[in-house]
């Protein structure tokens, strides 16, 4: 009798324990990110994103009636770290996969989450993570292969630049960005002045700032993640740098202008996400953040945020809280702020998962970032 | 030519930060034997102090880094040395390196627990505008770094050579058996060489932290540049760590500029292994022969 009240308990507690157990009350979202190394600053935006966007999904009765849950995984920013950390958290059969945010992370896992047919909405940008053939890889933002035509359009009417200088980080991010702009300048007739390579983590500068100067082109291109963005312009301005400096989302980001300080001013270029966008919504998703975490969020706080959101529109259009398919509903869905507030600008995500919607080009003016311009969605 | 010598000047002002760590190094190996393993965290960590007594007190800039100095003297000199060194280096040298290396863990993870995982901006102590030295421009901040570091050497050199402590510290360095004989009272000159590589790292700090950010992790290629330098330039020499940090500062900087970023961490470490295998005493070292 003895026996059987202990078995009894122990098989209570080992259900207890699981994820699986406590799933079915609640929807665990595993969100592998990268929360300490080169990628911190990004994964502690994308991770209070998706803190704050389940306190309002949860407050408003949930997924489907069930409450949501973040189960938070620190990638360090290893590829391998995160692909122990996917594989670990497929074991349990989750709903969807969040993260992770560098290109090279999301490469490396991208394989297990089609395998297991479960959708990983991530916040890699490099421009063939969406090319593989995966059905079950999202992004969150734009990868290169869209928003770089739209920087080749702007290096060439807005800056009138005849020679470009690229500096890039040699990771998969940096890489992919570094072709693809190279091939836009190219079929512009633009030629490439520098092309200097740099790596993930660097703190020195200066001898990339001293490569740049000497190459004395029209305008710098520099795809550097957030981090090293900032040392870069730091080191730019040290060194009297004056050429236009111009770049994606990773250079205008409020933590580059926090870190950069007054070293940011003056760069310009093309963002997919910012809470300075000219549309309310976003702005007062920006005020909430800022109240709530006590900084202004980078454009990977809005990817966590809509990433949630992303879930429950299609899972309301799936009509069931199944994992393959909230993966189909995504595909060819359009979400719009009327009917998920959440989503704070309208988005389309298409057979590949890349993602269209409006965009801006920017400018950072006295430690601010100012838009300048409002680009519309490529498929109206 | 122009790209050659502003390459050459911004290697050494790195590598005279550089330097001041690496002295540190060689200070406490010839006082007390200790290998410092935890030398990089030591450079990391004053930064991380300033920027806690400017958010948390409210203190200026500059009382920060005076406050930074300060607390790095008391915890990173006097309390490393009476809480971890007296007592692990009566176990023989092996279970202090591996102590330094534990200590340097702890470090890293309590800056990235206790402040945060993410980069900090640090203010110059040097405006950043350009400056033309006999015609080459030049950012007054490089300028500055280097007048700072070399000065901290010079200063520290002088109070080594000419002074009755600083004679002392080099009698203690030299053969602290002697010493003792000779009335200098040796432990107190250990205590000061202690004190004296603290003060050296948080100095090094403040430098650097405007270039690299202050971040937790900043240590792992600070401790590194500071071993390769102290290694190639003699670690029982001082002037041995100046020379070998301004020719890592100046090597990775060429080697970034002329081989492949990529390649640059390798660099330093490459002239380690050719030091090693062709002059073992270093630069400016001097040759030591084991007593059978």
């Not at chain 1, 800056?159 to 998969?172: F, G, I, R």
């Not at chain 1, 740049?212 to 900032?230: C, G, P, R, V």
């Not at chain 2, 030295?133 to 050497?153: E, T």
């Not at chain 2, 961490?265 to 007593?291: D, N, S």
């Amino acid at each position: 009798m003895l026996n059987s009240k202990l078995a009894g308990a122990l098989v209570a507690a080992g259900l207890l324990a699981s994820p699986v157990a406590f799933a079915q009350n609640t929807i665990v979202l595993p969100n592998i990110i990268e929360l300490s190394g080169g990628g911190a600053t990004v994964g502690t935006n994308w991770k209070n994103g998706v803190e704050m966007a389940i306190a309002e999904v949860n407050a408003a009765g949930g997924i489907l009636g069930k409450k949501v849950e973040a189960m938070v995984v620190d990638t360090q920013t290893n590829p391998g770290v995160a692909r122990a950390a996917i594989q670990k958290a497929l074991d349990d059969k989750p709903l969807v996969i969040f993260g992770p945010i560098y290109s090279g992370s999301v490469k490396a896992t991208m394989q297990l989450t089609a395998d297991a047919e479960v959708a990983q909405i991530m916040g890699g940008e490099a421009g063939d993570l969406t090319a593989q053939g995966s059905k079950y890889i999202f992004r969150t933002s734009f990868g290169q292969n869209v928003s770089m035509p739209k920087l080749a359009n702007y290096l060439r009417d807005g800056e009138k630049a005849k020679s470009v200088a690229v500096v890039y980080v040699n990771n998969d991010f940096g890489k992919g960005g570094r072709d693809a702009i190279i091939k836009e300048l190219g079929s512009r007739n633009i030629k490439v002045a520098a092309d200097v390579s740099t790596e993930a983590g660097q703190a020195d500068f200066a001898a990339d700032v001293i490569k740049l100067k000497s190459a004395n082109a029209d305008a710098i291109f520099i795809y550097l993640n957030e981090e090293e963005s900032a040392r870069f312009l730091r080191e730019a301005k040290k060194q009297g740098l004056n050429k236009p400096m111009i770049g994606e989302t990773t250079l205008l980001g409020q933590k580059v202008i926090d870190l950069a300080g007054d070293a940011a001013n003056g760069v310009k270029g093309h963002v997919g996400l910012t809470v300075d966008a000219p549309i309310p919504a976003v702005q007062a998703f920006g005020k909430k953040f800022e109240e709530k975490y006590k900084y202004k969020p980078d454009h990977n706080g809005m990817k966590g945020y809509i990433a949630v959101f992303m879930v429950k529109a299609a899972a309301e259009k799936a009509g069931k809280l199944d994992a393959k398919a909230i993966a189909a509903a995504l595909h060819g869905l359009t979400i719009t702020p009327d009917k998920t507030p959440g989503i704070l600008m309208e988005g389309t995500w298409d057979e590949t998962g890349e993602i269209d919607r409006i965009s801006f080009l920017a400018e950072v003016k006295d430690g601010k970032q100012v838009i300048t311009q409002t680009l519309p969605k490529l498929k109206q | 030519m122009s790209d050659f010598f502003q390459l050459v000047i911004a290697g050494l002002a790195t590598g005279a930060i550089y330097a001041l760590a690496a002295i540190g190094f060689t200070l406490l190996w010839q006082t007390s034997q200790t290998i410092n393993f935890a030398q990089g965290e030591f450079v990391m960590l004053p930064a991380f102090f300033a920027l806690a007594a400017m958010k948390f007190f409210g203190f200026p800039f500059w009382a920060a880094c005076l406050t930074s100095i300060v607390v790095a003297v008391l915890l990173l000199g006097m309390v490393f040395k009476v809480v971890v060194v007296d007592p692990m280096l009566k176990q023989g040298v092996l279970p202090l390196v591996i102590s330094t290396i534990a200590l340097g863990i702890l470090l890293k993870e309590g800056a990235k627990d206790f402040y945060s995982a993410e980069a900090q901006p640090f203010p110059y102590i040097f405006p950043d505008v350009m400056v033309e030295l006999a015609g080459i421009r030049l950012s007054l901040s490089q300028v500055g770094v280097m007048v700072i570091a070399f000065a901290v050497i010079v200063a520290l050199q002088w109070f080594l050579g000419r002074t009755r402590t600083g004679r002392q510290m080099q009698a203690t360095a030299q053969n602290p058996t002697v010493a003792r004989i000779l009335g200098v009272p040796v432990e107190r000159m250990i205590m000061y060489t202690f004190l004296i590589n603290a003060g050296l790292a948080a100095m090094a700090s403040l430098l650097i932290s405007p270039i690299y950010l202050a971040k937790f992790s900043n240590g792992e290629h600070l401790g590194l540049a500071a071993f390769v330098a102290a290694i190639v330039g003699g670690f029982n020499q001082v002037r041995g760590a100046i020379a070998g940090g301004l020719l890592v500062g100046i090597v990775d900087n060429l080697a970034a500029a002329y081989v492949s970023t990529g390649y640059r961490q390798a660099v330093p470490l490459v002239l380690l292994v050719l030091f090693i295998l062709f002059r073992p005493q270093g630069l400016l070292g001097r040759k030591e022969e084991r007593a059978v």
